[in-house]
């Protein structure tokens, strides 16, 4: 049986390999190098730190996804706006993992106070973006060829979703 709960140590190597495998896979991701252990560490203990949650879908003892959120930007007026990311292992897309993994991580940016909560999506990830409108969030702004990966540009879709 899946559970979502709060991301332990011991969850970091899935972790890990779900965002490797999105770097290598998928434009979901614009970053071209793999990460380690002590980098996911290092990004985990970061948010924790700020009181900001890293939520996993487990199952069987497996990390079958991963979301969380960060502040947007680092200027005191944005302190009420967080960005979030939300990541399924490949394997394990389609059986509803990623809205299991949001409805809880926007109940937590609430509860914390945050007013509003932003998704930064490759404008192609159709999948993303119907997930992200079903749970209210709306389309505030297209920026067109801001990034490169696979060796195309790639435009960035915001969404938004006031708390």
């Not at 069987?60 to 399924?88: C, I, K, M, P, Q």
Request: avoid cysteine; glycine fraction near 10%; proline fraction near 2%.
């Amino acid at each position: 049986m899946m559970e979502i709960r709060d991301a332990t140590e011991a969850d970091l190597a899935g972790i890990m390999a779900i965002y490797n495998d999105a770097v290598l896979n998928t434009t979901a991701i614009w970053n071209d190098t793999l990460v380690d252990l002590d980098n996911r560490r290092a990004w985990w203990f970061a948010r924790v730190d700020h009181g900001y949650p890293v939520l996993v879908a487990a199952e069987d003892g497996r990390v079958l996804g991963y979301a969380s959120f960060g502040d947007w930007r680092a200027f005191d007026g944005y302190r009420h706006t967080v960005e979030h990311s939300v990541y399924v292992a490949a394997e394990a897309r389609g059986r509803g993992i990623g809205p299991a993994l949001m409805v809880p991580l926007i109940d937590r940016a609430a509860h914390l106070g945050k007013h509003v909560m932003v998704a930064g999506i490759e404008a192609g990830n159709e999948a993303s973006i119907r997930m992200h409108e079903k749970l209210g969030f709306a389309h505030v702004g297209l920026m067109p060829e801001v990034g490169v990966k696979f060796g195309r540009w790639l435009d960035l879709a915001f969404l938004q979703k006031m708390l």
